[in-house]
């Protein structure tokens, strides 16, 4: 059976990872191909505890060079076995991507070498294909170093998410973001104001840092 190895950058938490590669898991499985996921986050920083205080301490004692040195073995296993690796956004330098003569695919859906750029960059030297989301990102991307790619835009696996029976009269704008991209939707604050006084319609936010839009939109915006 051919095998996949899939490199995340976390947990169910991780909207990209979800999107992109773990939704598509089950179909790879019905063609025959045999799927297995490592997190990144186990090499540079293994969740050992949720008490914060044991979390610094077991830190200080070097229990976690401990536990990265395992999961790179066990990694560097993984890898030994596998026929292709498929790499969310970006792999850490210590992974070590040059040393494996495989099919390495690095799957990109968001502008990351902004921020990451080193890792970014030392993944993409070692990639033979990219999955890219959209025009934009391959345009910059193809900056940096040309590798062949696809596009394919991020989707919803709709048979993972069955469709309720829901109406509403008014017209609904949703959006969904992160703490980090609060400050965008703010940033259009006046005009998105201005739209819904002028319409019969709701702004309705989504968001695990609610708090950041008090007193932003109208009555007619739910958080």
Not at 65 to 93: M, P
Not at 200 to 212: G, R, T, V, Y
């Amino acid at each position: 059976m051919r095998k996949i190895i899939c490199i995340t950058q976390g947990g169910i938490e991780s909207p990209s990872a979800n999107f992109r590669i773990r939704q598509y898991k089950e179909l790879f499985k019905k063609d025959g191909w045999e799927i297995s996921e490592f997190n990144l986050k186990n090499l540079y920083y293994p969740e050992l505890t949720k008490n914060l205080y044991f979390h610094y301490l077991i830190k200080l004692l070097g229990v976690y060079f401990i536990f990265k040195k395992i999961n790179k073995l066990i990694l560097h296993n993984k890898f030994k076995k596998t026929d292709v690796i498929w790499i969310n956004k970006y792999a850490i330098k210590q992974v070590e991507l040059h040393r494996y003569n495989k099919v390495i695919i690095q799957d990109i859906d968001d502008a990351v070498f902004y921020n990451s750029l080193e890792n970014f960059t030392a993944t993409l030297n070692t990639a033979t294909h990219l999955l890219i989301g959209n025009n934009f990102l391959a345009n910059e991307i193809l900056k940096i170093k040309k590798v062949n790619y696809d596009i394919i835009p991020t989707a919803i696996h709709i048979d993972l998410y069955p469709k309720k029976q829901y109406f509403n009269d008014k017209f609904v704008i949703g959006w969904i973001g992160s703490p980090y991209t609060n400050k965008y939707l703010i940033e259009i604050k006046d005009s998105l104001n201005q739209f819904l006084a002028k319409n019969d319609c709701e702004l309705h936010i989504i968001s695990d840092k609610l708090e950041d839009f008090e007193g932003v939109f109208t009555e007619k915006c739910k958080l």
